[in-house]
């Protein structure tokens, strides 16, 4: 459910607000909008994965006029930028997320019967998709962002990634503790018959 400042003013110059004066409050009226509007502060967790300050986020919204209201849907596009949480490479991806919104007119059943942050109302006649969306957007970014599914990460003894090292890249490094106990160990295995188990009781 988005934030909603209690009956804030909406500047129509904001290209976050829409105009839903021409759905006339005639239930059944809709209208398609399809608009490109840049978020003026970066959404996400920083360095981790972000959409950037001044990222432009596609929007493709259909403007329903319901009894109690408008009924925003449809879907919001916005550019990722962020760091693999397993190799540390950079990563830029695009999120899609789904919005259902209503919108309640200020005097309806709706917005008697519930709380200023239940349901967004509107105000002038307007509504401010930035907090619908950015709720959204938020919600949908991944809490352990990778560069792909299956990135295997770095090496935990030299750093290095995993997809950059050879076949069979390891460490041999053995705590000196435990050298002789492998050696005794390695010995015995040379030492095995072929045949099956050691019966040593
Ligand atoms: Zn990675
Ligand atoms: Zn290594």
Request: proline share 8%.
């Amino acid at each position: 459910m988005p934030e909603q400042k209690p009956a804030a003013h909406l500047d129509a110059r904001d290209p976050w607000v829409l105009d839903t004066r021409e759905l006339g409050r005639r239930a059944g009226l809709s209208r398609a909008v399809d608009r490109t509007m840049a978020v003026d502060e970066p959404l996400g967790v920083p360095d981790v994965i972000t959409v950037p300050k001044g990222a432009e986020v596609q929007v493709d919204l259909l403007l329903e006029s319901v009894v109690e209201g408008v009924l925003v849907s449809g879907t919001a596009t916005a550019p990722l930028v962020g760091e693999c949480s397993r190799c540390l490479d950079p990563i830029s991806d695009e999120v899609e997320v789904e919005v259902t919104e209503l919108f309640a007119y200020p005097d309806s059943t709706t917005d008697e019967t519930t709380d200023e942050d239940e349901v967004s109302r509107l105000v002038d006649d307007r509504i401010d998709l930035q907090p619908l969306v950015r709720d959204a957007v938020v919600l949908a970014l991944p809490l352990v962002p990778l560069c792909r599914e299956d990135c295997a990460g770095l090496c935990t003894e030299c750093g290095v990634k995993w997809a950059d090292l050879e076949p069979g890249h390891g460490h041999e490094k053995i705590d000196p503790r435990w050298a002789a106990l492998v050696e005794r160990f390695d010995g015995d295995q040379t030492g095995d018959q072929p045949n099956g188990p050691e019966e040593q009781a």
